[in-house]
Structures are given as structure tokens and as C-alpha cells.
């Protein structure tokens, strides 16, 4: 055992209030298909000449496959370990403090600008062209003047900060309801999901194509005139694999089972819920109404609409995509089209109200392991909430709302590698625990070593992707950035031996045993 005192502490303070089906929710608003399903709609159009033969459908379920052995090991963590930031942890205790702080440290950065990205692109990606959209297919001037407004920089600065100032409160008052809500907010998210497909299977191909080509025919345009454009084949594996990348930015981050595992109640039960059964749902739903879109539309609509869209409905904020086009479909029903697309945003909340909790989790994990000041490991013994993490957690969100709304921030997205490498050594660290300790793996053992070689080759590509191709923003800046902070991650260590050295404490014994509960 650890000598007394190596811990702050006998217990975190934090309280086991997250049930099965939540954490179920949480990790669906974790990966956040929904919004995944949107960008994916448009990818082909991000690469170059269109990305011919790119399908998406395909993609995504190369990528499920992949998640589904990382959805594996996040059970055994879970089952296994069972504390607050529970990845970190194991990664720590088996591949030592240095790589465990320089992965992690990058990794938590990751949502910092996550969290801004996502308040800024609930207006300019969700909102903003769902009203343009109404607004244009019911004729309404005032809804899409409404939408033009709603991106403009100070509506965009003032609603970030209300947002992230409402989420943080629930949060440090009423922890429980902070996760509940979450919960809820996935649900409302799924209801807009649904409804989003409903028109295509009510309409069927034909009745989808004549109301996208009546509705184009006032713009100059038509649906076959759009589908006539492209000449590429349907499938193309090199194609596919350049998909790969936007699949990442949903699929893989099913974490939040391991991160809040010293909150969950019945570990068995929601190990299994919040790992493979989110995992599965979203692989499977994403994929589902991927492939129905192509069926309904068309594969060359679907992958031409973005470069050929006539540039009037453009300049209105109005772009082909799965949710634009149910809009159109069923624009008789105005009522249905506001709820769909009101409810459809909320993914984008969710992606924010789980950003929030799960940094705030990682900070305090690495703080309750002395790597970052015992300050942040602080716990509100009235409302149980990591109270510290999460201011650090709002300040630093303050500061990249201001940063997002006045810079080209796509740079700040592209750290997302800093995610798939830290996959990536979840991967290896299967691997390295299932031969080390191979009585503890028990029966474990050979599917860990499976699925880590799965998952150490996957992200390890999805890694060289983000990092070396040029076609996901990566550049010198955002290179710096990531630079820093794994050079900073790998120092939090070396730094706290010294420090508590001289306080007769020696903090290696941390890092062979788990942490308190």
C-alpha cells in the first residue's frame, strides 16, 4: 500500500449518482451521431475534387468495427478500475506517470476549444441554416433575417457565454442534475434525429426527388441537373479511408464510462451500457441513416450537392445536407420542420454539457494524483461537485469563445489528433497490461491483446492522418499547440517528485496502486 498521506485523501468527495441508462445517454452525447451525421453528409465536399468514390456509409462502419474493440477495453477499464478519470489512471499505473500526464494533459486540451467550437457551431452549423432553411422554404424574410443575425460575432460571443455560464452552475450546485440533464438533452437530441428521417421514409425516392427538384426550380436549378455533375464511381477505398477522419470526430469517443466511473451506480450494469451498447447504437444508427439519405436522394446527389448547390440559396445560409433537405421536404408542415430542427441543436448542447464534466474529471484525476495543484481536486462537501476543475474548466472555456469568435479557429480543431493518439495508447496499454499482468487479466488477457493491437493500428493511422495529410487543418500553429502541451505533460511528472521530494513524499507509490474511491 501507499504510505499514509500520498493521497489528499482517504475518499474524492464525489458521489456514485450516475445510473446505467444515463451513462448510456452521456457517451451517445459523448460521440453525438447527430452532429457526426450532419458533417459526414458534407466531408466528401471538404477533400479534394470531392472526394470521388467517398462512402460514407462505408466509412463509418470501417470505423464502428474499430470502436467496437476499443468499446472493449473501456469495459474492462470501467470493470476494472472504477475511479474518476479511469483511463488515465489505467494508462498511468501501467505505462508510468511521464506518459500517462503527457497523454492526458494533451488530451483534456483537446475539449478546452472543443467547448467554444461547439457553442459557436450550435448557431452557425445547426441553427443559423435550419432558420434559413425555414425561412426560405416557407417564404419567411423575417426567419431568415432572424438567422443572418444569429451569426453575427456579438450574438455569437453573448450566447456562448450565457450557455457555458448556465451549464456551469447546474454543475457546481446540483451535480446530479448536471449528468440528468445531460441525459435529457441527448434524448431531445435523439427525437429531433428521428424526426429528421421520417420525411425521406414517408416520401420514398420518388417523392423526394420531385420535392427537392420543385423546390430547386425556383433557384435555377434541379435535382438532376445537380446529379448529372457527378462522374466519379461509387465506391473507392482510398476515398473511403479519406473519410476516415470525420468519422473520428463522433465515433471513437466513447470515454466518459472510464472518466465517470467514480460516480457510476452499478458498475457491472453500466460498464456494459456505456461502452459497447453506445458504442453499437451510434455506429449503427449513423450508419442506418447515412445509407437511407444515399438511398433516398441518390449517392451522386448526395455527393455533388455541396459544390454544385446554386449560390442563391448558399449566400442565405441554406446547404444540402440531410437535415436541410428533410426541412425542404416537409416544408407544408411548418410546425414539424421547427420542432425537428430546434430539437436536432441540442446535440451540439449536449456535446458541451459533456465536455464540461468530463474535463473537470480528468483535471481532478490528475490533481487527486498530485501531478497538477491539489487546489483543483477540491470537492464542494455541501454539493459533492468538483468545484475547482470546473471553474478552470469555465475560465479557460471563457477565454476560447473569445479566441474562436475573432480567429481562424480551425486550427484549434485539428488538436483533435491529440485525441487519437491518446487512443491510440489506450490500445497499446491493453497490450502491455494483458502480458504483464496476465493473472490480473484473467480471461481478459487475449481479447486485450487483440483489441489493443486493433486499436493501437487504427488510431495510429487515424493519428498519421490528422497529423501528416493535408486535408484536416493541421498546421505549424496547431502543431505548436500540441507540441507544447504533450512537452508540458510529460514534465507534470518529473515536477511533482521534486516538488513533494522536499516535503518527504514520495509520489511514485502513487502510481502502483488505484486511488481512492
Known sequence: MAEKGVFLRNATGLVRTISPLNIFLINIGEIGFGTGLITLNEADSFLPNGNPGGYVTLAILLMTVVVLFEAFIYYYIVRTVGRTAGDYVWVSRNLGPVLGGLLIFGFTFTGFPFIAIVLNWMITLSLAPSLSTIGVATGSSSVISMASFMTSTGFLIAFSFIMLAVLLLIDLFYPKYGFMLLGAIVVISLIGTFMMVVPYLALGSSGSISSINSFLASYNSSYYSIASQYHGPIVSWPAVLLLLPYTAYALPWINNAADFSGELKNIKRAAWTGTFLAAAFSGIFLALFQQIYYNTVGFSFATQAMMSWPSSLSSMGVVPNMLTIATILYRNNPAYIWIMNIFFSFWYLAAVQQTILSISRYVFGMSFDRLLPSWFAAVSERFHSPVNSLALTGIIGAVMIIIVSFTNWLYLYSTTALGMVFFMFVGITAIVHAIKRKEEAGSYAVPLIISGIVVAIGFGYL??????????????????????????????????KWYYSKRQLDISLIFKELPPE
Open 463 to 496: 493519428s498519421y492522418q490528422f497529423l501528416f495529410l493535408p486535408y484536416y487543418g493541421i498546421n505549424a500553429l496547431s502543431w505548436g499547440l500540441m507540441i507544447f502541451f504533450w512537452a508540458v505533460g510529460a514534465l507534470l511528472y518529473p515536477i511533482a
